[in-house]
């Protein structure tokens, strides 16, 4: 199987803009998570979505969002950047169990100048 | 979620076996003790998970202390390609892809 797949890679935007990052889980699995990772916070999560659903939201602002496709692919969107925004975005894609294991991609790393 | 305490940094050498440790003194019975590490310029990969009893796979070994208040990573030979920030995080019920991440301990690998 494929494994999670996120695009872009790279991107650089100024502040004021706005950015869509995309995720393309692993097939079957129907459950995407998205996280932010900083030198200086670490690995946070934002959000997560099931069925076109958000099941789950982290503590950021409501400038970052997201939405699931019906075939599972996901989407996150951040506006209005701004420099702390800088970051790896991560998405990670599970299977409906209770073993709940993560399978993340490689991410988008965003740079706000 | 409960805490989970690591050391900031482990070094190894090629080919010897490696125990990276982890404190989690608060886990509560229902919850599950997962390992993630992340190599350079990748994401977090799943390494192992267990809830009492200990564990293996192709990648490690899982050891479990019996008051479950603290667990052991274990690869059993060490190679270059080991050299990663390893995470121990801990899990209870179904946590909607939320996963809560600490610093994890920064394994260098010495050939």
């Known amino acids: ?113 | 979620d409960a805490k989970t305490t690591q050391p900031n940094s482990m070094e190894s050498n090629e080919e010897e076996p490696v125990h990276l440790p982890c404190n989690h003194s608060t886990i509560s019975g229902t919850d599950y003790i997962h390992w993630y590490r992340q190599l350079p310029s990748q994401g977090p990969e799943y390494v192992i998970h267990g809830l009492t009893s200990n564990v293996n796979n192709r990648m490690a070994s899982l050891a479990i202390a019996e008051d479950r208040k603290s667990s052991t990573l274990i690869l059993h030979r060490a190679t270059l390609r080991d050299a990663a920030v390893y995470y121990c995080i801990l899990r209870r019920g179904t946590s909607y892809g939320k996963l809560t991440f600490g610093q994890g301990t920064i394994l260098t690998v010495h050939p």
């Open chain 1, 1 to 113: 199987k494929a494994g999670v797949t996120q695009t872009p890679r790279y991107l650089i935007k100024t502040r004021g803009q706005q950015v869509t990052l995309s995720c393309s889980p692993i097939s079957g699995h129907r459950s995407v998570s998205w996280y932010q990772q900083t030198p200086g916070q670490g690995l946070q999560f934002l959000f997560e979505y099931f069925s076109e659903t958000q099941r789950n939201k982290g503590n950021f602002p409501g400038r970052f969002s997201g939405r699931q496709f019906s075939n599972s692919r996901s989407e996150m969107n951040v506006s209005t950047l701004e420099l702390g925004d800088s970051a790896l975005y991560l998405c990670a894609s599970s299977e409906i169990s209770r073993e709940e294991k993560l399978f993340f991609g490689s991410g988008t790393q965003l740079s706000v100048l």
